[in-house]
Structure formats: structure tokens, C-alpha cells
Nanobody
Framework: QVHLVESGGDSVQAGGSLRLSCEAS????????MGWFRQAPGKEREGVAA????????YYADSVKGRFTISQDNPKNTLYLQMNSLKPEDTAMYYC?????????????????????WGQGTQVTVSS
């Protein structure tokens, strides 16, 4: 069983930065895909970024490229999302997701249905 706990959400002004963390417990392959997703009120959950640590590949939604960075600390079993130049449209609940058997591909990393394990979410609010 995989257990994910996010932290680091906060309220910031536009242009500010935040770093989200996701602590994972249970059995996770270091080479599996882990991702960050977000969901704003009234909208569907969407992929923000993913990392395939085994081969060092990262993937980003177009809306966050150049502003967000996903990284992973394998010894600590922790996933991070560094968010810079935040915009009001980044306001959402952010979720960490993982699956020990999941590979990351550019055409699939954002599919919520592929991830079987989710955290409870951490709220990010960006004011203008």
C-alpha cells in the first residue's frame, strides 16, 4: 500500500513562489512515474508535472513550463514541486499521485485514471 502526504500549500501574491512536498510511504519503485495534479473549483483535475526518475525524464503542462520544476529525492521518498512566478490561475488544490507499476510517457503522464494512489491535497491560492 502506498501512502502519499502533501504539504507546502499556502496563500501568496502573484509573482511569488512556493515549494510543495509529497512524502511517500509504502513500496514505490524509484523508476516509476510520480506526478502533480491540480483541481480548481468547477474544473476537472489536470496534470501539472510528472517525473520518471529511473531515466531522469520530466514532463510539464504547457501552462507551467518554465515556471514549475518537479524533482524527487529518492532516499527520502519525497516528491517536490517548485512553483515560481505564480499566477492567479494557478490557484487550485494540488495533489500528488503515484503508482508503483506506472511508466511515464509524454502521451500518458497526465492521465488521472492511470494513477492508483493519491494524496489528500494541499491548497494553493494566488492573489492578484
Amino acid at each position: 500500500q502506498v501512502h502519499l502526504v502533501e504539504s507546502g500549500g499556502d496563500s501568496v501574491q502573484a509573482g511569488g513562489s512556493l515549494r510543495l512536498s509529497c512524502e511517500a510511504s509504502g513500496y514505490i519503485y524509484s523508476s516509476s512515474c510520480m506526478g502533480w495534479f491540480r483541481q480548481a473549483p468547477g474544473k476537472e483535475r489536470e496534470g501539472v508535472a510528472a517525473i520518471y526518475a529511473g531515466v531522469g525524464r520530466t514532463y510539464y503542462a504547457d501552462s507551467v513550463k518554465g515556471r514549475f520544476t518537479i524533482s524527487q529525492d529518492n532516499p527520502k521518498n519525497t516528491l517536490y514541486l517548485q512553483m515560481n512566478s505564480l499566477k492567479p490561475e494557478d490557484t487550485a488544490m494540488y495533489y500528488c499521485a503515484a503508482d508503483p507499476a506506472l511508466d511515464c510517457y509524454s502521451t500518458t503522464w497526465y492521465r488521472t485514471r492511470d494513477y492508483n494512489y493519491w494524496g489528500q491535497g494541499t491548497q494553493v491560492t494566488v492573489s492578484s
